[in-house]
């Protein structure tokens, strides 16, 4: 069975002039040879692809793959997580992790967060903000206000400036963002409580928590928000520390409310819900991230398997593994079923009757 590798390698686009923040979502070398690596201790053939111009032209060359493990961040537009599966649907092949329709609802957060809210998952209160003009009738919002750009991720945007107390410190923040990112700025009620991820694994009636982790500021980050520096910097800035749903009922709730966002956006395979608690305790959704890092000990989903005891090639095999279940379920082409054992070994079923 042949698993293709479909990625965004910084060093490529930082080598093609682009900056460190415009890269800040895409993988270092590492996290590619780890992914690799993990495939083949799964016993499976890899192919490394690379980005969405690469895959088009291996396409062109008449390369095919069984299925793909796909974490293309892409670069422009709020439609540039969806690339990549796009692509691989025209072509019939399967890939892993969320299709383009998701990649696109969850990454505009405005989308990702009507869309909840009708399913009845908290989400604090949120204006969109396309031009200052937006601001002159004033927001029905109550201060203090957090304000980011609508469609980023890994903190770009977001810095203490982001939180805004009245009008002015609004409207400043809200001019810088729509300069720098020439996007709309999502506006929301702040909320100062705790802030969780959530790891998830598995789609629809499927999908289960993997566990959670609190992401506490330490004194020397950035105060109040869980900034593009402090992400940056996080093993100075930032402690990552696992929280147990039996032992804590705010997490237990806020696991609650991250599975039915979850399976309410229609996320797939494996990756994050971000919450955070208002001013009662109440978790609170604060963005789904349906294609999370996978760096092995930098990203959150990976060191939420290592601190909970799942290995990562375990962990690779169980997004494998949802991947190519729901494939088969919905009557598309069989692949080889990936089951990795609690000691990291690999078992495969199925393979052969594709």
Known sequence: MRIGLTYDLRDEYLAAGYSDEETAEFDRLETIDALDHAVQMLGYETRRIGSARQLVRSLAEGHRWDLVLNICEGLRGPGREAQVPAILDVFEIPYTFSDPCVMSVCLDKSVAKSVVRRAGVPTPRFAVVESLDTLDGGLDLPFPLFAKPLAEGTGKGVTPASLADDRRQLRDVCEQLLQRYQQPVLVEQYLPGRE?????????????????????????????????????????????????????????????????????????????????????????????????????SHSDLPMLATAVGMPYVELIGRILESAARRCEAAGGRRVGVVSASPGGNAIRRGEGQR
């Open 196 to 296: 969780f991820t959530v790891g998830i694994l598995g789609t629809g009636p499927a999908a289960r928590c993997l566990g959670t982790l609190e992401i506490v500021l330490l004194p020397a980050a950035e105060p109040h928000v869980y900034s593009y520096l402090n992400k940056e910097h996080c093993e100075e800035r930032v402690e990552c520390r696992l929280v147990r749903a039996e032992h804590d009922p705010q997490v237990a709730q806020a696991e609650r409310i991250a599975l039915a966002a979850w399976r309410t956006l229609r996320c797939r395979d494996g990756g994050r819900i971000d919450l955070r608690c208002d001013a009662t305790g109440q978790p609170q959704f604060i963005e789904a991230n349906p294609l999370a890092g996978l760096h092995p």
